[in-house]
């Protein structure tokens, strides 16, 4: 696709519950980023994919969290029990690796847990 | 580990002006790429300007400048004439360019605002 897109843009759900995150990455770029933002704060990092290589899952902040890219391309993060210190907006970042090495971001999904 | 340290969480400036924003990062890396990154309040992340680690000429893109400083671990941005529609979030971020530690590393960001 021309840019990277996430979805859903807005999502809330009941504390407990379980989300899935999307995000399409721009066609052929090889590093996929999650990072999280909380309310006029700086960007978390979550967990990183490059290629085939094993993802750098060193960002997540519990057991709850976890995410997958199927055939090097798109990437769920899933969020199971939903707390409300999950309330965040969670954005994603693609890259052609060290070629053209700058990230491009989704616009992101505002998470809100009730 | 790197890490990017942006030391002013906010700053204001009057339209037209001029205004620097600090960046830090400390590294062992020789070869690796250096970013400002632009949030303004609709969310979407915009590169602003980039700087290679090898290049000793700073960066510059139209109002933006950057003032590299290698040895000090310094990367400062520069806006000039400053325009409302600069007012955002602004991130320094680090990426390493070669071997296998390969994570873009963002510092906490700067608010700035573009008084009128």
């Known amino acids: 696709g021309a840019g990277v897109s996430q979805s859903p843009s807005n999502k809330v759900t009941e504390k407990g519950k379980d989300v899935e995150l999307r995000c399409d990455p721009i066609s052929g770029h090889t590093a996929l980023y999650w990072y999280r933002q909380s309310l006029g704060q700086g960007l978390e990092f979550l967990i990183y994919f490059q290629g085939n290589s094993a993802p750098d899952k060193s960002g997540l902040p519990s057991d709850r969290f976890s995410a997958e890219r199927t055939g090097g391309s798109v990437s769920t993060l899933t969020i199971q029990r939903t707390q409300q210190e999950d309330s965040a907006v969670y954005l994603c970042?693609?890259?052609?690796?060290?070629?053209?090495?700058?990230?491009?971001f989704g616009q992101g999904t505002r998470l809100t847990v009730v | 580990a790197q890490t990017v340290t942006q030391s002013q969480p906010e700053m204001s400036v009057q339209e037209a002006e001029t205004v620097t924003l600090s960046c830090t990062y400390d590294?062992?890396?020789?070869?690796?790429?250096l970013f400002w990154y632009k949030q303004p309040p609709s969310r979407q992340m915009i590169l602003v300007i980039r700087?290679?680690?090898?290049?000793?000429q700073n960066a510059t893109e139209n109002r933006f400048s950057v003032n590299f400083q290698k040895a000090a671990k310094s990367f400062s941005l520069k806006i000039s004439d400053s325009q409302l529609g600069d007012t955002a979030m602004y991130f320094c971020a680090f990426l390493n360019s070669g071997g296998s530690n390969y994570k873009l590393t963002f510092g906490k960001g700067t608010l700035l605002t573009v008084n009128p």
């Open positions: 590294t062992s890396e020789s070869n690796y790429y």
């Open positions: 700087q290679e680690a090898y290049k000793q």
């Open positions: 970042a693609t890259n052609y690796d060290r070629v053209i090495p700058e990230a491009f």
